[in-house]
């Protein structure tokens, strides 16, 4: 089976510009995640979707950063206005459902740097 | 979530088994423990997962103390592939709901180096 697509694969942009990030998740998973990895620390989840509607997004920034999932299947990320502290790996995961102890299935992640 | 302790860094030799430990000393009864692992530059991966008894699978065993209290995750026999980031997480599964349900939170792991 076809696992979590991502791109782009690596992106630099100048501070106080804006970008975007595409995830599409293993057909037919309907939970989805994005982490936000810092170079050194363990990824943190920003964001987590069931379906087409948001479950936890305590952790994102919603300043800047804003997600969606408009029919349940592909997702995008977008930081705007973006800050140097933004450079990082953005991981998009899936995991069958919420509901039980399903293992996540992660993507190779968008390396984004802030100059 | 319970967190989780682990050494920072092992070091293992090609051929043998690579014991790598976690604490969780607060880990509740509805807590699974999760193993993933990060090889450089690829996203996380998952390994394998446990309630309270050992579980084995085709990449590794857990070992899970009687008390819960601990962890430890075993590869048989380590390759050069296996050099890793290696995360344990403890996860409430199940119909526990709230807004941790589902989610991994990620520590520092330990880098586990396999050498020739």
């Known amino acids: 089976e076809a696992g979590v697509a991502q791109s782009p694969r690596y992106k630099i942009i100048e501070k106080r510009q804006s970008v975007a990030f595409w995830c599409n998740p293993i057909?037919?998973?309907?939970?989805l995640y994005w982490y936000q990895q810092i170079l050194g620390q363990g990824p943190k989840l920003l964001i987590q979707?069931?379906?087409?509607?948001?479950?936890?997004d305590s952790q994102l920034p919603k300043d800047r950063f804003s997600a969606e999932r408009l029919k349940g299947v592909d997702s995008t990320l977008k930081i705007q206005p973006a800050k140097l502290e933004d450079s990082a790996v953005y991981l998009c995961a899936s995991s069958l459902d919420l509901m039980f102890s399903y293992e996540q299935y992660f993507g190779p992640g968008t390396r984004l740097t802030v100059t | 979530d319970a967190k989780t302790t682990q050494p920072p860094s092992m070091d293992c030799a090609e051929g043998r088994a690579a014991n790598l430990p976690c604490n969780h000393s607060t880990i509740s009864g509805n807590e699974y423990v999760y193993w993933y692992r990060q090889i450089h530059s690829q996203g996380p991966q998952y390994i394998i997962h446990g309630l309270k008894n050992n579980e084995t699978n085709e990449m590794a065993s857990l070992i899970i103390t009687e008390d819960r209290k601990s962890s430890t995750l075993i590869l048989p026999h380590a390759t050069l592939r296996d050099t890793a980031v290696y995360y344990c997480i403890v996860r409430v599964a199940g119909n526990a709901g709230g807004t941790s349900y589902g989610k991994l939170t990620f520590g520092q792991g330990t880098i586990l180096t396999v050498h020739p």
């Open positions: 057909s037919g998973h309907a939970t």
């Open positions: 979707f069931q379906n087409n509607g948001v479950v936890d």
